[in-house]
């Protein structure tokens, strides 16, 4: 694997710095997995993609960096349910929290807090 971490660095960082994905990487083996039902209908099987194992390894290099500079530079919203140990009911809990307080203490209307949070 040390032999070919060389390579693949330059491969990706040459990538990242003109901005091209090379084609191949984007070509994917598709199978169909069975879901539920009859098996001669083809709404009851999903589609399954298969990348190869350098797009993969590329796209969770590239996840992994811009997550990092995204979370160490606070860059996330406070409302993000895309944050680690975070999900969408946080979010909304986080959400219905700072319009309660804020209605509570008279700062805004259930209009204008509507408006303000583009709801």
């Known amino acids: 694997m040390t032999v070919l971490a060389g390579s693949l660095s330059q491969l990706f960082n040459m990538s990242m710095s003109?901005?091209?994905?090379?084609?191949?990487?984007?070509?994917?083996?598709?199978?169909?997995?069975?879901?539920?039902?009859?098996?001669?209908?083809?709404?009851n099987y999903r589609p399954?993609?298969?990348?190869?194992?350098?797009?993969?390894?590329?796209?969770?290099?590239?996840?992994?960096?811009?997550?990092?500079?995204?979370?160490?530079?606070?860059?996330?919203?406070q409302k993000s349910s895309f944050r680690l140990l975070h999900s969408v009911l946080t979010c909304l809990l986080k959400c219905t929290n700072d319009w309660y307080l804020n209605l509570e203490n008279s700062e805004y209307t259930a209009v204008t807090l509507l408006i303000k949070t583009g709801f």
């Open 48 to 77: 399954l993609s298969v990348l190869t194992v350098i797009s993969r390894l590329f796209e969770k290099l590239v996840y992994d960096q811009f997550y990092g500079y995204l979370n160490m530079n606070k860059l996330f919203s």
């Open 18 to 43: 003109l901005g091209i994905f090379p084609e191949d990487w984007k070509i994917a083996r598709v199978a169909n997995i069975y879901k539920d039902g009859s098996e001669d209908e083809t709404s």
